[in-house]
């Protein structure tokens, strides 16, 4: 599966910013996928996560309620939208694909990485 991330620039705090994840080599209804964020000096933290039907979702605990992630099968393309940002979401945001068909926030259970896309919050 090949992943290239869109989207990413920057926003002032409060703001709002919408990343979009298009997917190739392979049947893009047929699994999971997720995002996660890197910031400069930190390791790799799982942001969100969809099922390959798009029905069941799950969020780290410091997004909940602010991002919502999506798909739509037909792009294949996957989104993630993010209202109320914060200084402290600065990060490089990548989708990925777990190796298990199961839901993780593990970043080790995940291959398949985009290049990534900057999100800059500032204060």
């Known amino acids: 599966v090949q992943l290239v991330e869109s989207g990413g620039g920057l926003v002032q705090a409060g703001g709002s910013l919408s990343l979009s994840c298009a997917a190739s080599?392979?049947?893009?209804?047929?699994?999971?996928m997720a995002w996660f964020r890197q910031a400069p000096g930190k390791e790799r933290e799982f942001v969100a996560f969809?099922?390959?039907?798009?029905?069941?979702?799950y969020y780290a605990d410091s997004v909940k309620g602010r991002f919502t992630i999506s798909r739509d099968n037909a792009k294949n393309t996957m989104y993630l939208v993010m209202n109320k940002l914060k200084p402290e979401d600065t990060a490089v945001y990548y989708c990925?694909?777990?190796?298990?068909?199961?839901?993780?926030?593990?970043?080790?259970?995940?291959?398949?990485w985009g290049q990534g896309t900057q999100v800059t919050v500032s204060s």
């Open positions: 990925a694909v777990p190796r298990i068909r199961a839901y993780t926030t593990y970043a080790s259970l995940y291959d398949n």
């Open positions: 080599g392979r049947t893009f209804s047929s699994y999971a």
């Open positions: 969809i099922t390959w039907s798009g029905g069941n979702t």
